[in-house]
């Protein structure tokens, strides 16, 4: 499904698959935006195929934190020659391949073949994709290194505009108009799932961005009103659980 010129959702929930993956269009690559569950691949690669990038090749896989139905493809695309990057706090995550029974309360494991991050980053980093410019915001609470990726879709700046502005959420909170409160928070059970943390990226992010489009790991794409989105989601949150 193409969303801005440049982003595409190539599996989800769209999809019957758990977990969001966003591909972005440059001239001569692929970057990915998360990498889904497990057994997302196929559906993957179908879904570049079908939207005409199957003879470019991924090499960049942004990951917004560790989950299994983010990080499940990132050893598969790390092999095909993907560099993965991730938040400093969730690169354990990828070592250990998700998270084992005993580590949750649950006593049920979510665990994906294991791989090593190519870069982290633990403040404000830019990263270059193409003409992309990727600025990461690590946003704990969700997992200790969950993150938000902002960029300009450059592909769209015509007669000297800009192109809008895309941010990618990661699970702090996703979107769906047709729910009562048409925006979700994130799911709490992860073991390295923090309230006071995620309060303060909550604080954070109702104040610093303004997106055009708001990519969730979950959910649906928003095309307006990002920054009144955003707030909802913070101000859920903060009556929530003060
Ligand atoms: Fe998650």
């Given at each position: 499904m193409q969303i801005t010129k440049s982003v595409y959702l190539v599996s989800g929930a769209n999809y019957d698959l758990l977990g969001n993956v966003y591909a972005i269009r440059g001239e001569k690559s692929v970057a990915l935006v998360d990498s889904g569950e497990p057994c997302a691949a196929e559906v993957i690669e179908v879904s570049l195929r079908r939207w005409g990038?199957?003879?470019?090749?991924?090499?960049r896989l942004f990951l917004t934190h560790g989950h299994a139905d983010h990080a499940g493809c990132a050893a598969y695309f790390q092999k095909k020659g993907a560099k993965l990057v991730v938040a400093e706090g969730d690169a354990h995550w990828l070592r250990e391949g998700g998270f084992r029974a005993d580590r949750t309360p649950y006593g049920e494991g979510w665990t994906y073949p294991s791989c090593e991050a190519d870069a982290v980053f633990s403040e404000r980093s830019a990263f270059a994709f193409e003409d992309f410019r990727l600025t990461a915001y690590p946003?704990?609470?969700?997992?200790?290194?969950s993150s938000f990726f902002e960029m300009e879709d450059?592909?769209?700046?015509?007669?000297g505009r800009p192109g809008r502005t895309v941010l990618f959420t990661g699970d702090t909170f996703s979107f769906d108009?047709?729910?009562?409160?048409h925006v979700l928070l994130c799911w709490?059970?992860?073991?390295?799932?923090d309230p006071v943390k995620l309060r303060k990226s909550f604080e954070f992010a109702a104040q610093e961005f303004s997106p055009d489009v708001i990519l969730s790991g979950h959910g649906m794409p928003l095309l307006a009103n990002g920054n009144a989105v955003i707030r909802a989601a913070a101000r859920k949150f903060l009556v929530a659980y003060r």
């Open positions: 990038m199957g003879d470019l090749p991924v090499t946003l704990p609470g969700h997992t200790d290194g450059v592909g769209e700046r015509t007669g108009r047709e729910i009562d409160d709490k059970g992860s073991p390295d799932y």
